[in-house]
């Protein structure tokens, strides 16, 4: 098992800045990938509308940002060939993307998925429990009936701290795991196990990082997902970073 140390705000300080210096050293990389993602959300904002389901948008919304450890991966790829001085250029960071499909990262992959479909699937039942089974022609009519009386209220209320919970699971099961499958081909059980004890070995900065990538990314969905084109490169980077300073594998021991 890969070994876990304990950290502190100082080291996710230094882990922060480590990212945006890799930013200044290959910004290309960063937007890009920031520029696709930020793409996808909007798409899935949209798609609810067209299908008539604007309520769904801002659930769908959130939702999406779930995937963003999956969508960092070839951040993280470029922050590892930064650090190590090997090449980077598109061929040899997409070339690493490809080969997870084979991996044990794509089992990752699926749990994130999973996850996400949980999210959605608690939203339709709240909306079921708290607002019946009733259609809104559009996301304003929603939002009044979600504001204006205590069914919605209480819907969003309880909605939320689910959806925090969800949150808080998947930023456990995550926040070192991709990384570390990525550097290390072990099997995602092991990862996703080694990423919970980063969490309970350091649980104060951990969650105050969790809470700091929650805020950043509210803040980077409302102008339609355009943050994410600078925030989500920041948040990669520096997700390779913390997962350097809390992990260390047996070869480097």
């Not at 769908?60 to 940002?65: E, I, K, L, W, Y």
């Not at 339709?124 to 259609?135: K, T």
């Not at 998947?170 to 072990?186: C, I, K, M």
């Amino acid at each position: 098992m890969p070994q876990v140390r304990k950290i502190t705000a100082n080291d996710v300080i230094d882990a922060l800045a480590a990212g945006l210096a890799d930013i200044r050293r290959a910004p290309v990389y960063g937007l890009t990938i920031g520029a696709l993602f930020a793409a996808g959300g909007l798409f899935v904002v949209l798609s609810a509308a067209a299908l008539e389901m604007s309520y769904l948008s801002y659930p769908a919304a959130a939702g999406f940002v779930l995937i963003g450890p999956f969508a960092a991966v070839g951040l993280y790829e470029v922050s590892r060939r930064l650090e190590s001085g090997d090449e980077v250029s598109w061929k040899t960071v997409l070339g690493t993307i490809w080969a997870q499909k084979g991996r044990e990262l794509s089992w990752m992959a699926f749990v994130v998925l999973f996850i996400q479909i949980m999210w959605m699937y608690q939203v339709r039942l709240l909306l079921a429990l708290f607002l019946g089974f009733r259609s809104f022609a559009s996301f304003d009519e929603f939002l009044t009936q979600v504001i204006t009386t205590p069914e919605g209220l209480m819907f969003l209320a309880v909605g939320h701290v689910v959806g925090a919970i969800l949150s808080l699971l998947l930023f456990s099961l995550t926040v070192v795991s991709f990384p570390l499958l990525l550097e290390d081909d072990r099997d995602f059980i092991t990862a996703m196990i080694t990423s919970v004890r980063a969490v309970v070995t350091s649980p104060v900065p951990m969650i105050g990082w969790a809470i700091v990538v929650t805020a950043v990314l509210i803040v980077s969905m409302v102008p339609a997902f355009l943050g994410l084109i600078v925030t989500l490169p920041i948040l990669g980077h520096t997700t390779w970073h913390l997962y350097k300073k809390c992990v260390v594998l047996p070869d480097e021991t």
